[in-house]
């Protein structure tokens, strides 16, 4: 399965809705799936499954029917009936099994189906930007995706073993009745099912604005929730529970007005519905009747035609229902192939080589940058980081720091200038080649909610026990696993909201040694960490770095007057660059930054020596 490539892209519906043809064409290449003869033979075998269920379906009433004639007949033999009875209840049963035999036939074919789009849109997700991922909310996404894979598994068993089947046997039957009674009774049956369709395609259409808004109001409260969730800590702090259980509150609202509405809409639909088949089953019956009052028809006749009737009645029925849930269920996978056809905005070109990485050196030449080319962010910023050397970047908020990583892991592309590695534009090269070549320890580590050897083992998922060991053993993580009570089968928690800061970014160091890359990126790695914990971890990042080509984004300045080149960037633009030594005599905006931290440590100190004097 690896490697799942998504269909050519289908256009969207302005408003990012598709058309249900397009859902469906883009649903087909996965039931006919290329390379795979035994799933299509599976196709093939079900459908003839589905015609000879039908056919032994319908011929079943004709059992029925000669053996109510035989009993009325005065010298009838009782075994002629028993053995048209027996008949009957086998080929009742012979229906059935058909049809069971169908269903497991196919059920291969639809799970594959089910697993082949759900591992699509999860690589496709994973493909798209950071801009889409930052500009979409993930509750509202991993709804999206399970409500389509729940639809794309209602739609294929309903469509093709309900809907086509019960349109089949219609037709069958309506030929039967032509052919063996008169028009007038096949009239009467197509018109009551045309009518009930006629009805079902209206009301439906409009329900399914309702359940659009239902949708859309249930995902927005979904998010919420989420995000509310993911924040506990943040809404603890602020003391903002009822404000968020208003706000949760509130979409809850638009769900219920939409849901109440939804469901009105049905009763109606189910009432008219009802009239239609009550109708038509009082009007085939009443032209039978007719047909043996006058002579025509027999009792086994007039039997057959109600057994007809009430075979036909159970699936159209349910055809009601089975209708109103498969157009739900392409409304639901509408957003999720509406995924699907979202276009990537960072590519590999064609015959993207691998990266080739000898001594890591890395430069930005003339980069320029921007999220919204109403506001440029990098404006011509250039740099070398010589391989095995350490280069850092500091400035005030909001300079382009963050960007500069950003960037350099290729979650965009520059819009003019270039980012080399040993001399290759970044963007002529595999991303997969890129992002194996470079570590990362960032400021807010998120780790994932399993254990910690899981987490560090996420550097390199082939790694042994001895190597995540020495790893650890590196990041001065090993005495913190041993104390705890499940050592290294501790479950981090949510977002790793179990450890501390600091332990935290130990994991984060310990996975990123484990990865071995050949390039170090520390995007302000220390800066939410109390002093004894920063200068701990400082000590693993240099022992980490060392002969590394290494790139430090900064806010605490202290942390980085070993580097052999300190950039300082104002408003895109490097303003400075130079050794530590070399920047503080100029008395420019290094200089000054360094006697405000100065002075704030001073600062923090005096209030530390007061309190331990009060104490």
């Not at 032509?178 to 197509?190: C, E, K, S």
């Not at 009930?196 to 395609?201: G, K, P, R, S």
């Not at 038509?280 to 009737?309: H, Y």
Request: charged letters at 25%.
């Amino acid at each position: 399965m690896q490697g799942v490539v998504p269909p050519a892209e289908q256009t969207a519906e302005p408003g990012g809705r598709r058309g249900h043809l397009a859902t469906i064409a883009a649903l087909l290449p996965y039931l006919w799936p290329k390379g795979r003869v035994d799933l299509k033979t599976r196709v093939v075998a079900a459908a003839v499954l589905i015609v000879i269920a039908k056919i032994a379906n319908v011929w079943v009433p004709f059992y029925y029917k000669q053996a109510v004639d035989a009993l009325g007949e005065p010298a009838a033999v009782l075994a002629v009936p028993v053995a048209l009875i027996l008949a009957y209840g086998a080929a009742r049963v012979l229906a059935q099994a058909f049809g069971e035999l169908r269903n497991a036939i196919f059920a291969k074919v639809s799970q594959n189906a089910v697993r082949t789009i759900a591992l699509a849109t999860f690589e496709h997700l994973h493909r798209l930007s950071l801009r889409f991922h930052l500009e979409r909310q993930t509750g509202g996404l991993s709804r999206a995706i399970e409500r389509g894979n729940a639809g794309i598994q209602f739609a294929l068993n309903f469509t093709l073993f309900n809907i086509i089947p019960t349109i089949f046997e219609i037709v069958l039957v309506c030929i039967i009745l032509v052919v063996r009674y008169d028009g007038w009774l096949a009239a009467a049956t197509f018109i009551t099912i045309a009518l009930y369709v006629a009805l079902t395609l209206i009301l439906t259409e409009w329900r399914i604005k309702l359940r659009r808004e239902m949708n859309d109001r249930d995902a927005e409260a979904n998010t919420r929730a989420v995000d509310s969730l993911l924040n506990y800590e943040t809404v603890k702090y602020f003391g903002n529970e009822g404000h968020e259980a208003s706000r949760y509150d509130r979409s809850l609202e638009r769900y219920q007005k939409a849901a109440v509405s939804s469901e009105h809409s049905l009763s109606l639909l189910n009432v008219g519905q009802g009239v239609i088949i009550a109708g038509g089953l009082v009007a085939v019956m009443l032209l039978a009747a007719k047909g043996v009052q006058q002579g025509s028809m027999t009792i086994g006749d007039f039997v057959l035609v109600n057994t007809f009737m009430i075979q036909l009645y159970q699936p159209l029925n349910i055809l009601g229902m089975v209708y109103r849930e498969v157009k739900q269920s392409l409304v639901d996978m509408e957003r999720m192939f509406t995924l699907l056809s979202v276009g990537e905005e960072v590519r590999d070109p064609p015959g993207a080589a691998p990266l080739a990485v000898s001594g890591g050196e890395v430069a930005f030449e003339d980069v320029h940058f921007a999220y919204d080319e109403r506001r440029p962010i990098l404006k011509g910023v250039s740099f070398r980081v010589p391989a095995g050397k350490t280069v850092a970047i500091v400035g005030a908020s909001g300079a382009g720091k963050s960007t500069i990583s950003r960037l350099l892991f290729r979650f965009y592309d520059v819009q003019s200038g270039a980012i080399r590695i040993d001399g290759q534009d970044i963007r002529a090269v595999t991303q997969a080649s890129l992002r194996a070549a470079i570590g990362i320890v960032p400021q807010d580590t998120v780790l994932f909610n399993d254990t910690i050897r899981y987490n560090i083992r996420y550097g390199r998922p082939r790694a042994d026990e001895d190597e995540i060991k020495r790893a650890a053993e590196l990041a001065r993580i090993e005495g913190f696993v041993a104390a705890l009570p499940d050592g290294w089968r501790t479950k981090v928690g949510e977002r790793g909201l179990k450890l501390s800061g600091g332990e935290k970014q130990r994991v984060a160091i310990a996975r990123t040694i484990l990865k071995d890359p050949k390039i170090l990126l520390f995007d302000e790695a220390t800066s939410a960490l109390d002093t004894r914990t920063e200068k701990e971890i400082q000590a693993s990042l240099h022992e980490v770095s060392r002969n590394r080509t290494t790139l430090i984004i900064a806010h605490r300045l202290s942390t980085i007057v070993h580097a052999d080149e300190i950039l300082v960037l104002d408003e895109g633009q490097v303003v400075e660059r130079g050794r530590h030594a070399e920047l503080l005599p100029k008395g420019g905006a290094y200089a000054a930054m360094w006697a405000r931290q100065q002075e704030a440590a001073s600062a923090r100190e005096k209030l530390q020596e007061a309190g331990e004097v009060a104490e």
